[in-house]
Nanobody, 128 residues
Framework: QVRLVESGGALVQPGGSLRLSCRAS????????IGWFRQAPGKEREGVSC????????YYRDSVQGRFSISRDRAKNTVYLQMHAMKAEDAGLYYC?????????????????????WGQGTQVTVSS
């Protein structure tokens, strides 16, 4: 079965760094896009980043551009989200997701798609 497991969430100080991991199993990992989403208390879930192996495409929401970096490790079936210069607004529950209809992150509005498969989430707290 399709399974996504996030890890790496922690308490980090503003300006600090953190790396999240999303380990995938049960599907052709390299054939589909993996997206990272987050949800802060009282706010709607928002797309953070996306990576697609088919075309090497990536997506970053404007507020994390230049600070976050997404990457894949094929040997470990894992997608990472490296976060630098963390801000208070980066706090939230981070999820990774995939959908068999999403094969590229270059499609317009890809993060607004209703992704079918989700991990359990990992908590990121930013506090001094």
């Amino acid at each position: 079965q399709v399974r996504l497991v996030e890890s790496g969430g922690a308490l980090v100080q503003p300006g600090g760094s953190l790396r999240l991991s999303c380990r995938a199993s049960g599907f052709s990992f390299d054939h589909y896009a993996i997206g990272w989403f987050r949800q802060a208390p009282g706010k709607e879930r928002e797309g953070v980043s996306c990576i697609s192996n088919t075309d090497g495409g990536t997506y970053y929401r404007d507020s994390v551009q230049g600070r976050f970096s997404i990457s894949r490790d094929r040997a470990k079936n894992t997608v990472y989200l490296q976060m630098h210069a963390m801000k208070a607004e980066d706090a939230g529950l981070y999820y990774c997701a995939t959908d068999f209809e999403v094969r590229t992150c270059k499609a317009s509005g890809v993060m607004d798609h209703l992704w079918d498969y989700w991990g359990q989430g990992t908590q990121v707290t930013v506090s001094s």
